[in-house]
């Protein structure tokens, strides 16, 4: 099975994200992962629509959109328009989930849904016959850099088994303190897409940092 590696631009400099965009879409890696953040659903603030059009046209790569905000159902069509090719929104916000699902689709855009870390993946049953992805978070969400949370490696495991036991089709995403070491224990329990960010960053050089984490999975 394919690994799907995934680098989030959070850990790069945001005054120059067009050359983080640029020297990631030189490596294999598939996915480009936005971490967005409204300083309501998470204490953190990044990035909105506007920036990911920005850097639409550097990257034909699948752009990973993480919406970690409330009020998805008001700046859906922002991000559509925007260039997304996923939109993952957490299930722990208060809207109509079934409601966002279909709005997403709608526009031929991937569905995902996110779990934080208290969440029990049982949550996500009513809605894993209708989204593309899941993304588990191994860190609350909200920065880049911590450490990773190795009581999520259950859930993973009790996640891909009920999605082979029910023949779904839906891809399990991991995001947070994820390196060699703990990406290797979330692909064994049965994760096939990995988010990196600081492990990326903290290397010399992005594009091989990511060509070698590709390489190490594939
Ligand atoms: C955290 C974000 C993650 C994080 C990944 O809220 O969703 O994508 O930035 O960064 P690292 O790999 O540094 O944990
Ligand atoms: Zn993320």
């Known amino acids: 099975m394919n690994i799907t590696i995934s680098p989030s631009i959070l850990g790069g400099s945001f005054a120059n994200m067009q050359d983080t965009v640029k020297l990631i879409d030189q490596s ?21 629509p506007q920036f990911i059009s920005n ?12 919406l970690m905000i409330n009020r ?13 090719d996923i939109i993952t929104f957490h299930l ?27 969440t029990p993946w049982e949550d996500l049953k009513p809605y894993l016959n209708d989204i593309d992805q899941i993304i588990i978070m191994t860190v609350e969400p ?22 082979s036991q029910n023949q779904l089709h839906v891809d399990l995403e991991v995001d947070g303190g994820i390196n060699y070491e703990k990406g290797k ?13 600081s492990f990326l960053f903290k290397q010399e050089n992005l594009t091989q940092a990511s060509n070698q984490l590709y390489d190490f999975f594939n």
Do not use: W
């Open 28 to 48: 294999k890696v598939e996915y480009i992962h936005f971490d967005v953040m409204d300083g309501d659903f998470v204490p953190n603030l990044t990035f909105g």
């Open 55 to 66: 850097v639409r046209q550097y990257s034909k790569k699948i752009f990973d959109v993480h």
């Open 72 to 84: 998805v159902g008001k700046f859906l069509d922002d991000y559509v328009k925007a260039g997304s």
């Open 92 to 118: 722990e916000i208060d809207e109509n989930i079934k409601e966002l699902i279909s709005k997403i689709k709608t526009n031929n855009i991937k569905c995902g849904i996110a779990i934080k870390p208290a």
């Open 142 to 163: 909200g920065f880049g850099g911590q450490k990773f949370m190795e009581d999520q490696l259950l859930k993973i495991e009790q996640l891909k088994n009920y999605i």
């Open 185 to 197: 224990k979330c692909v064994d329990a049965g994760a096939n897409i990995l988010v990196a960010g």
